[in-house]
């Protein structure tokens, strides 16, 4: 095989491999809080891998948000504090949830206003190099994780 097609070959491979994670992923229930301009909003799902490997969701993007950062609230000794994380696992054949008191999406600055029953797309970054772009309904400041 010459030069050329080896390179092609492995590209195909490497495009194949990086759509896995998004091809078994089901992604329920996106929604984003919206908090009173100036303040970070924070996107919440249901992450679904129905397939049998974990899949491990390292970031976010949005056209909407200047920065998208993947971060995990904790309470210890009756503090509540967030912190930053690298990664969320899936589970083969398991679930993982982005929700309030947990791990959750802060999404910084936003490019324009985001207002209650807008939509909005967030690109969803796998440890794969797989992406899934989602649709997120933004809703009120006092919504709860039930929809």
Not at 6 to 32: C, F, N
Not at 57 to 73: D, E, F, K
Not at 79 to 88: D, E, H
Not at 117 to 137: I, M, P, Q
Request: charged share 15%; no cysteine; net charge positive.
């Amino acid at each position: 095989m010459n030069k050329f097609l080896r390179g092609l070959s492995a590209t195909t491979m490497l495009l194949v491999a990086a759509s896995v994670s998004a091809a078994t992923l089901q992604v329920r229930h996106a929604w984003i809080r919206v908090l009173p301009e100036g303040l970070p909003a924070a996107g919440y799902a249901r992450l679904e891998n129905q397939g049998d490997k974990p899949i491990a969701l390292v970031g976010a993007l949005s056209a909407a948000y200047r920065a998208v950062m993947l971060h995990r609230s904790v309470t210890t000794g009756g503090m509540s504090r967030m912190t930053m994380v690298r990664r969320l696992t899936v589970p083969a054949h398991g679930t993982a949830s982005l929700s309030p008191g947990g791990y959750h999406m802060m999404l910084m600055h936003p490019l324009r206003p985001i207002k209650p029953g807008d939509h909005v797309k967030l690109t969803l970054l796998f440890a794969d190099g797989s992406r899934e772009t989602v649709e997120f309904l933004a809703r009120p400041a006092n919504a709860s994780g039930d929809r």
